[in-house]
C-alpha cells in the first residue's frame, strides 16, 4: 500500500506542476513578427530613452540607470505581480547590457522570444492577466 500511496502522490505532483505550466505549440510563434516590433519599441523607450538618456545622462552610473529604468519597466507590467518581478530582472539585464554594447537588436530578440515563451508556457493563473495593452493583441 505504501508505493500505492507514493505513486498516487507522485501523480498528483505532477498534476499540480502541469497545471501551473503548458507545453508550447508551434503556433506560440505566429506572433513573433509583430511582438518583434513591439519589443523593439520597448526596448527603444527601456533602454536608449530611460536607461541611458533619462538616468544614465544623470547619474553616469550603470547600475544605477539599470535599476530605475527597470523599476519605472516593471512598474508598467502590474497588475501581475510575477510579470512585474520578471520585467524588473529582464529590464535590469537588457539595460545594463545596452549601457555597455549600444545593440538593440540582439534585446529585441530576446525579449520577444522570452515574452512569447512566458506567455505561453506559464499558466495564466499564473501570470493574472500578463498581456499589458490588452487592445495590441485584439
Not at 23 to 52: D, G, R
Request: proline share 3%; glycine share 0%.
Amino acid at each position: 500500500t505504501h508505493c500505492i500511496s507514493s505513486a498516487a502522490s507522485d501523480v498528483y505532483k505532477r498534476q499540480i506542476i502541469m497545471s501551473w505550466f503548458k507545453l508550447p505549440a508551434v503556433s506560440t510563434f505566429k506572433f513573433f513578427p509583430v511582438y518583434f516590433l513591439w519589443a523593439l519599441l520597448q526596448q527603444l523607450i527601456l533602454c536608449y530613452f530611460l536607461a541611458e538618456k533619462v538616468f544614465y545622462a544623470k547619474t553616469q552610473n550603470k547600475f544605477l540607470s539599470s535599476f530605475f529604468a527597470a523599476t519605472v519597466f516593471s512598474l508598467f507590467h502590474l497588475p501581475s505581480m510575477s510579470l512585474a518581478i520578471a520585467t524588473f530582472i529582464a529590464g535590469f539585464l537588457w539595460s545594463y547590457a545596452w549601457l555597455i554594447y549600444k545593440r538593440i537588436i540582439p534585446l529585441a530578440l530576446s525579449h520577444t522570444l522570452l515574452a512569447l515563451m512566458f506567455y505561453y508556457i506559464i499558466s495564466d493563473r499564473i501570470l493574472y492577466s500578463a498581456r499589458v495593452f490588452h487592445w495590441f493583441w485584439e
